[in-house]
């Protein structure tokens, strides 16, 4: 049984922690008797863990709160209603969750053999996930400050987005070097930008590259920004004159990987 080696983009939560000679340990595997050594120990909990459901609900007897809850709080369900036109056919989405789906193996995949070195992808130098501004910076070149509150001097970074401007795309050799931690917070900032600046094809590729390097399980706070960006995205296109618009079929294909590839099933177009 080996270590595997710690990796800064090996950072999420199915990320296995050791190695298991599974086909060795199958030849004296017993379940019936005790673990004998620490594989089969590992090879035990694994065969538990493939019997338990994926979803586990309490069954909790919420009455006696009743009397005592002075707040109600429902979160808004569904998108903007639009007409039939403007939604994505069905075929058109089980298709598009299909090829998200390979695509995502293969990005795995390269992403292994970037760790283990066995291809040289170039490291290009990229900002620390929490520096904002940079990330600004490479996503779209220019960057202005945007006030937080009209009497404040604090301010955020928003792109000052021209799509003839420079802009850095996400190219393969840099989703392939990014952390996950890297990923989720890149992810919340092109959300916030979305808010105040409006979609544009070139943060749609962004957008795109960040979901298919988001790992899942989603974390609580993944979830509710993914949800956040679909209803972001339903408000623009409801805010469409036509369905030939341009943007219209990138504002679907979000949309429909959230809800579908991603299983916020009521986000989804019927």
């Known amino acids: ?12 939560p ?11 340990c199958e030849s004296t595997f017993d379940p019936s008797i005790p673990p004998t050594s620490g594989s089969e120990y590992l090879m035990r909990v694994r065969r538990e863990a493939q019997h338990c459901p994926r979803v586990v609900v309490a069954d909790i007897d919420t009455r ?56 040289n992808v170039q490291a290009p130098n990229l900002p620390q996930a929490k520096d904002a501004e940079n990330w600004c910076r490479l996503c779209f070149g220019k960057v202005k400050l945007k006030s937080l509150e009209p009497m404040t001097e604090e301010a955020i970074p928003v792109p000052d987005i021209n799509e003839d401007e420079d802009g850095t795309p996400p190219l393969l050799h840099i989703v392939a070097h990014m952390s996950q931690h890297q990923v ?6 092109h959300v916030n930008w979305l808010e105040a600046t409006g979609f544009t094809r070139k943060q749609g590729r962004w957008f795109y590259a960040l979901l298919a390097n988001l ?23 409801a805010s469409l004159e036509s369905p030939q618009d341009p943007q219209l079929n990138e504002l679907n294909l979000i949309i429909c990987l959230i809800a579908r590839y991603f299983e916020q099933r009521d986000l989804a177009d019927s």
């Not at 069905?90 to 598009?96: D, I, K, V």
């Open 1 to 12: 049984m080996d270590f595997v080696e710690s990796d800064d983009s090996s950072d999420g």
């Open 64 to 119: 006696p709160f009743l009397t005592r809850q002075t707040v109600k709080v429902t979160e808004p369900g569904g998108l903007l209603p639009v007409p039939a036109s403007f939604k994505a056919p069905m075929a058109w989405q089980r298709l598009q969750v299909a090829e998200f789906a390979a695509m995502r193996q293969k990005l795995i995949q390269l992403k292994a053999l970037v760790r283990q070195k066995k291809i």
């Open 184 to 189: 989720t917070s890149v992810l919340e900032y």
């Open 215 to 237: 790992q899942k399980p989603l974390t609580p706070e993944d979830c509710s920004w993914l949800r956040r960006l679909a209803r972001l995205c339903s408000n623009i296109r």
């Open 14 to 24: 199915t990320d296995r922690a050791f190695h298991i000679d599974e086909a060795e």
